[in-house]
């Protein structure tokens, strides 16, 4: 896959389609060859407004087929687009504009006042609004500017390399079999730049491309009949609940439509529970593993898979593990090449030999099938001084039954380690007391770093929660933490 030939490739295809339907309902379809058409307007358009090879176009807006034309007019200029978050605050657009560099700003977010650089999506910019200061330098393999959340939800500014983009397109559409004959639904945002390089898939493979927004996304999958799909785990178990309100009366891959081939799930551990229900359902779900640093790094995929693994690497010879387990990735062409604007943050992941530390710990099983342990950021550290890894912990008692959700936290004053636990039924006191049982029966078979000492009880999963999630959909540990020692005071009060 090559952007520069990627208008080529959808320019003539008259059978795929790009299809949008916003939160009303309504339909909107464009071929391909449509959809190149009026990106070819774009692209006119932001020509006669000043824009040039080297410009930075900003888009701050909700996902529509607007917003993938201005992406693709953009790469056809030879600029350069910044992608921001859709809740992002523009606030006065000149000083935004200036703020960040932009000859031109596209977005639907209410501004302050008028400004003649600043464009609604469906909008039309006018002749000659670029200003002459606008900064504009040589874009050589940058593809793209993207601001990514990690677990602690801090927003990093990436520089998108076109040969990692290339270079992750290609693999996925050779391990996973993409073609014209798949079709695909999106519904988390555009500004997300797993979803552009979805984008560029479908386009690429001559797919079926299916815009959705979250509100609707169910219905939209039953409808439109994805092949595949690919989302954070809380669209699996929301999914799960779905059904199982319908009463079962039609099989699961019935329900998803009734022809997805495979599904992905990654950006956050997935409950194994999870796993093995769609499995017996006959769907696939499959966990992969990377990050906007890097790009891909393991998947499982139709052919080799194992569960509870996130895949085999897709690179053996890029990575690396340190004595205890954290992954290191050097590539030739990573997707990202670097950091913007995050003082600091580059020097731990960014080493000068282009080595990427990824933050993670990991092992290999004996047949090449990579097994996550947790972050390091997310590391407990005993007041014996041992470190453990929660997932690592939480792992040791994935068999308690009756719990629906058990995360690790460390306890607020002993040093020691505490559990919150989603009980399967939050009302049922003798559940309650059995998961007490047989939390305390595991443990007599651990280290005594390795047990849980003290539980609180949740009437709904935290992973599940929007206030204990990062903007990427990731549990937030420390918010986690937090949630337990407020919860384990209470108890000790008596509230």
Not at 55 to 84: C, E, P, Q, Y
Request: hydrophobic fraction near 40%; include cysteine; charged fraction near 20%.
């Amino acid at each position: 896959m090559k952007l520069h030939e990627l208008a080529d490739r959808y320019r003539d295809n008259t059978s795929a389609l790009v299809v949008e339907v916003d939160s009303a309902g309504r339909r909107r379809e464009l071929t391909h060859q449509q959809l190149h058409d009026v990106a070819v307007l774009y692209a006119d358009r932001l020509t006669a407004a000043g824009v040039r090879p080297g410009h930075v176009v900003g888009i701050r807006a909700g996902n529509s087929v607007d917003w993938i034309l201005w992406d693709l007019a953009v790469v056809m200029t030879g600029a350069v687009l910044k992608a921001f978050a859709d809740d992002t605050v523009v606030g006065d657009p000149g000083e935004f504009i200036a703020g960040h560099g932009l000859a031109l700003l596209i977005t639907d977010a209410e501004v302050t006042t008028a400004h003649p650089a600043v464009v609604r999506p469906d909008g039309v910019p006018g002749v000659d609004v670029v200003s002459a200061d606008a900064p504009r330098s040589e874009p050589g393999d940058l593809h793209s500017l993207v601001f990514s959340s990690g677990t602690s939800g801090l927003l990093k500014g990436l520089n998108v390399s076109r040969k990692g983009t290339e270079y992750v397109i290609s693999r996925f559409i050779e391990c996973f079999g993409i073609t014209s004959r798949d079709r695909h639904v999106i519904f988390l945002p555009l500004s997300n730049y797993q979803q552009r390089l979805s984008v560029y898939c479908c386009l690429w493979t001559g797919a079926d491309l299916v815009l959705a927004p979250y509100q609707r996304v169910f219905g939209v999958v039953r409808n439109e009949r994805p092949t595949f799909l690919i989302a954070p785990p809380v669209f699996y178990d929301t999914t799960l609940q779905l059904f199982h309100k319908t009463g079962g009366e039609d099989s699961l891959g019935d329900f998803l439509g009734g022809r997805i081939r495979f599904m992905i799930t990654g950006m956050a551990p997935i409950r194994r529970e999870t796993l093995d229900t769609y499995w017996a359902q006959g769907v696939q779900l499959l966990e992969a593993y990377g990050m906007t640093e890097s790009g891909m790094i393991a998947w499982n995929t139709q052919d080799e898979y194992r569960l509870g693994s996130v895949g085999k690497l897709i690179d053996p010879e890029a990575v690396t593990f340190l004595p205890d387990g954290e992954l290191l990735i050097h590539r030739p062409a990573p997707l990202s090449t670097g950091y913007f604007d995050t003082a600091g943050v580059a020097d731990e992941t960014y080493r000068p030999d282009g080595t990427i530390v990824t933050g993670d710990y990991g092992t290999l099983d004996d047949d090449g099938f990579l097994v996550l342990l947790g972050r390091k950021k997310d590391v407990i550290v005993l007041d014996s001084g041992r470190k453990v890894h929660p997932a690592e912990i939480e792992s040791l008692f994935a068999g308690i039954e009756g719990v629906v959700e058990l995360l690790v936290v460390p306890t607020p004053r002993s040093g020691r380690l505490g559990a919150i636990v989603t009980p399967a039924d939050p009302q049922d006191d003798t559940l309650a007391f059995s998961i007490r049982e047989q939390i305390e029966k595991v443990n007599q078979a651990l280290d005594s770093h390795q047990r849980i000492t003290s539980l609180v009880f949740s009437d709904r999963p935290l992973r599940n929660d929007p206030r204990y999630m990062t903007a990427n959909l990731k549990l937030s540990r420390p918010l986690a933490a937090a949630y337990f020692a407020t919860a384990a005071q209470a108890k000790e009060q008596g509230r």
